[in-house]
């Protein structure tokens, strides 16, 4: 059975992001061969920052080990990015410096960027250009991107405009793609060549 963990990337409390981390896991729960949907909100469980230790003043309320056996213990991830001044937000950097170290190698991810405009393509540009190098993350060719994330995607329906149907449908079929990719990309971590040992670093 497959175990998926939605990242929602955003800093803030209660957040769009979130939001939408969550109609993925929903989405995610109704699938039967999905055992366990979690959401890693970097809001309420921030990282400690990389290479930073409690001598400088790091004092994390998240067990980095539990959390990185969880993170290892997945097949897929949904990567869930606000933009923000046309970036990726620093905790979200974050969260890949701290897991380069095999967790999510060779796993596939679906990208999926929220823009409270009619913005989200620079998140997309951007860590699929730089956060896969040492964690060997493989980011489907597929990726979604929320535009007027407030209007869209709510529970309540009276709040919702006319793109909100067919970005669910969207939403689905890549949920849908991701499951395939979950299960093709299991044949190649079991495959005699996997190995982050030998070339521990990306080029």
Known sequence: MKQIVVVS???RLGSQSL???KVFRASLME???VSDVSILDLASKPLPLWGMDEAQGQIS???????KNKIA????FVIVCPEWHGMVPAALKNFFLHFSGGELAHKP???TSVSSSIGGAYPISELRASSYKNSRICYLPEHL????VESVLNENSALNNGNHNLLMERLVF???LLIEYVDAFERIRNAEIFSTKRFKNGM
């Open 9 to 11: 990337g955003s800093h």
């Open 19 to 21: 939001k939408v981390s």
């Open 109 to 111: 991810a679906l990208l």
């Open 145 to 148: 991107i929320v535009r007027n």
């Open 174 to 176: 890549c949920v849908d």
């Open 61 to 67: 309320q998240v067990d980095l080990t539990e959390l």
């Open 31 to 33: 699938r039967g061969s």
């Open 73 to 76: 213990a997945a097949s897929g």
